[in-house]
Each structure stands twice: as structure tokens, then as C-alpha cells.
């Protein structure tokens, strides 16, 4: 969806077949002559919504201060800071591997035990 907010596809991930299904329902239960109006006020609404978005971002930005100057609202998005440390650990881990090393035992060795663990 070329043109929408970027947050807008993870809150209404809807397609084109879902929108052309929303469309005929709303032909057949308000009717084509209230449907031009109701689109209208839908407009509207989106409007007064991204406003009321911009604004909340434009102020937590200000009580923040300028540290925080680039914050995006999908930066607060809970699945997306899930990730992005998910991804950090992941590459975090795979620093610490080193193929050259071996971790394995020597013939006869006691592996490691832990009274307090089990």
C-alpha cells in the first residue's frame, strides 16, 4: 500500500480481495446513494487519526529531547524490538563461535559437574 504510514499495514493488514469483499458488503447494506458520503466521512476520520498519530509522535519526540529526534512510532512496535534483540543475540552468538576452537572432551576426561545445578 504505496503512500500509507508504514505502521498502517501491520494494523490493518488487509488485501485487495478483502477490500473488494468490504466494498460489495457495504453496496448492499448502505446502498450507492449513501455510499459517496459514507467514504467521505471515512476520509475524515483517517485525516483526524493521522493528525491525532503526528501530533503524539511530534510531542513524545519534544519530551524526549533531542537524543530521540528520530523516532518512528513502529520503533515502539513490541514485535519489532523483539526482533531486532532476537537478531542482535543471534549475531552476538555467532561472534562467540569459533570454528577453530573444540570444545570436546580428551579421551578419559570428567565432563564439568555442578552440585548446585541439578
Known sequence: MPGLHP???????????????????AIFVF???KLPELAKQAAQWV????RFANQAR???REELGPEYADLELRDLDPRQIVRK????????????????????????????YDDEAT
Do not use: Y
Request: net charge negative; proline share 11%.
Open 7 to 25: 505502521v498502517v499495514p501491520l494494523i490493518l493488514d488487509i488485501g485487495l480481495p478483502e477490500m473488494a469483499v468490504i466494498a460489495v458488503v
Open 31 to 33: 446502498g450507492p446513494d
Open 47 to 50: 485525516k483526524i487519526a493521522r
Open 58 to 60: 511530534d510531542e513524545l
Open 85 to 112: 534483540h532476537v537478531m542482535e543475540a543471534l549475531e552476538d552468538d555467532d561472534e562467540d563461535d569459533d570454528p577453530d576452537e573444540d570444545d570436546s572432551l580428551a579421551d578419559g576426561e570428567v565432563p564439568p
